[in-house]
Each structure stands twice: as C-alpha cells, then as structure tokens.
C-alpha cells in the first residue's frame, strides 16, 4: 500500500504547458488512494479543462474566488481548502505563480489557498531553460525552500520552446514517486524493525479438540498497522485470529500453539529493534496429545498439563538493545502485579489491562490500558478504540526511543 492512501491531496495546476500532465497525475494520484481535490489558476484552463480534472479526481476544479456566472454563488473558501488538505502539491509550477507563492501576492485562488495551508507544499516547476537558470528564478526557489516548501526538480530534455535544457516538469510517475519517498523518509519509525505478536494460542488435546482462550487478536493487529503506517517494518506473529491483515509494510507468520509462536519468534528478535508482545498465549499444555481422537468415556477426564514456554520472559533474558513490551491482564492488585512482571520479564514497557474497567473485554474495540516503564512511570489512559490505543502505545514507544 503506498504511503499516499487516504492522504488528502490538493494538486494546484498553473499555467503553463505542462497543465496536460496533470490529468495523468490525478490519475495516478487517485490510484494510490489519495483523495485528490484541484485548484487552478484561472490561465491554466487554457491548458487543461477543469471538467477533464474534475472527472478524474471525482471532485469539484476551483479556480475562482467565486463562480462568476452565478451571482447567487458563494465564496470558494480558501481557507477552508489550505486546512482541509494533507499535502499540497504545484505541479507544473510556473515562475510567475512561484514568484508570487513567494512574495505573498494573492491574486488568485490558488496562491491564496497556499497562504493558508498549514500542510507540507512540494512544487514541480516548469519553465523554459533560460528562466529556470535566472537569478529572479533562483531566488524564488531558495525564499520558498526557506519556507520550507519542498522543490521537485526539472528534468532536463526538449523544452516547449524548441530549446533543449533542464526546465521540463518532472514526469508525473516521478513526481509520486518522490512524494511517496519524502513521506517516508519523514515517517518517525523509518528504519525500524518492529516484531508483534497477537492472538491467542491453541494447544491441542487431540486431533479435533484444544484449550484456547477468548483473544481476539484485535489489539496486535491495530498496533501491527500502526507501526507499519509509521514507517516501520512490521513482522506479525498472529495466533488463530480471525481480523484482517493490515496493509502496509508488514509480514505475517500464522501459528497456533506457544510452541510454535516461541519458534517463530526467537530468531527474529535478534535482529529486531522493538518486540510488542501482545498475544494472549496459553500458560500451560496438554502434557500428551492423543493421537486419535479421545472417545467419551463412562468417568470424566483428568488432562495433565504442562507450563508453555514464558516467551516474553525468555526474550527478556536474552535482551541486547531491543525495546522489549508486554502485556499484563489483571483483575486484582493491578498495578503492583504489573509493575512485578515488568522487573521480572526485564521490560521496557508494560501494558496494563484490568478486566475490572468498563470497556475492557475479549473481543471488545475499545480498551482501556495503562503504561509503565522501566522507571515505574504510570501513564493511565481513557477508554478508546482499539486503534487508538494502539496510536497511544506506538507513541510512547517512539518518545521512549528518542528519549
Ligand atoms: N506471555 C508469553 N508467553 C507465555 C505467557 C505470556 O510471551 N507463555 C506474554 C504475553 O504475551 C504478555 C505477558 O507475557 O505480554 C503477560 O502475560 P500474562 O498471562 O498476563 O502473565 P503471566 O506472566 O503469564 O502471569 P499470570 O498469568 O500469572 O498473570
């Protein structure tokens, strides 16, 4: 999935040949999942037709501060469209929109909206090689990067002119793609392995029966995708659960019992940089596992049990420089409990869930937890939305990390 997906994307077309591309990069902008709405310089209609871009981004073409032949027509709110937008893209640029973006000079719908968006502005410039090269050019890029708007850069080739040189508006696949990079270079968790587990395990008592337990997974997948939409790679170890797979840079190992989440986990933890444990894995076994299916007998049934593997503990024990995270379901003496298992387990962070909160439940979408770290610092949060709570977990975890 690209990083563009749900990003709200405002493409400002100027006039200048290039405004044909544009079609295709609303094209392909809208193929990444972005939600793309365009504003025009009035010009630029020479170009390219509003009802063509209008078509292909599924939205309204603004280019006027109000519509003109209507004179029961309201304001085009410039604001509203600078704050609505994620990421405000100018492509093709020309020298005079950019001189006036400089300068403040608001004439038009388009330079009035980037006034006032407050999100990131990439400008693709394009222009004949000669007025790319000018000083006046020149310093218009420096103002606006020291704006902190971001320069697509020309490409060199054949101009519009005849002349051939740099000037020529990067490609739109260009342009996405150095969009999508610059996102993800920018994403907090850029670089970093996280490994996740979810679920609950299944141990088996004969070829048909298990003792298994009422996790859903929830809580693992919703912090599996936060991760990965902050830019890390995501490895999910996720016992029988039935939530959909996140998109993004994520990887799943599918297992079923302690055993096997304990094998699949260990040798990806070296490598890892952070280790969330979420999955509710079964505390003990069947000592013996039937090989056939045990028939209904007369008396009732004694199963000897056998204690799984404490995977969190052992990855504790064997812990370098990892972030290392469990989880900790409580339903009396909840925070000292929790606080024990933090020491004893060698954590960085624990995730404290009491049964005895509202909000809380096997399979619920909301939850409610409590952190605390390695300094017994306690952080209590609200009932919320598994997904926000996920939010709320990952961003500790990267105050923690650049901490
Ligand atoms: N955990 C694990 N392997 C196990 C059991 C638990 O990795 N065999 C992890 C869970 O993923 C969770 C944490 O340990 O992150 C806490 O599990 P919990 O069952 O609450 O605690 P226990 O240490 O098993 O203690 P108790 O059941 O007695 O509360």
Known sequence: ???????????????????????????????????????????????????????????????????????????????ALGL????????????????????????????????SAKCPVYFAPAMDLDMYQHPSTKETFETLASFGNTIIPAA????????????RMAEPEEIVSFLEQDILNSLPLKNKKFLITAGPTYEAIDPVRFIGNHSSGKMGYALASEAARLGAEVTLISGPSSEKIPEGS???IKVTSAQEMYEAVEPLFRNCDVAILSAAVADYRPKNVASQKIKKKEQGLVLELEKTRDILASLGNEKK????????????????NAKTKLKKKNLDLIVLNSLNDEGVAFGANTNKVTLIDANNKIDSFGVKEKKDVARDIIETIIEKLNA
């Open 1 to 79: 999935m690209s990083v563009l997906s749900g990003k709200k994307i405002l493409l400002g077309v100027t006039a200048g040949i290039a405004a044909y591309k544009s079609a295709f990069l609303v094209r392909l902008l809208v193929k990444k999942g972005a939600e793309v709405r365009v504003v025009m310089t009035p010009a630029a209609k020479e170009f390219v037709t509003p009802l063509t871009l209008s078509t292909l981004s599924k939205n309204e073409v603004l280019s006027t501060f109000t519509d003109e032949d209507n004179e029961n027509a309201q304001w085009n709110n410039h604001v």
């Open 84 to 115: 609505w937008a994620d990421l405000f893209l100018i492509a093709p640029a020309t020298a005079n929109t950019l001189s006036k973006m400089a300068h403040g000079n608001s004439d038009n719908l388009l330079v009035a909206t980037y006034l």
């Open 321 to 336: 420089n990892q972030f290392l995270v469990g989880f900790a379901l409580e339903t009396e003496n909840e925070l000292e």
């Open 250 to 252: 994520l990887q799943v």
């Open 156 to 167: 060199h080739g054949e101009l519009a002119s005849g002349l051939v040189g740099q000037g």
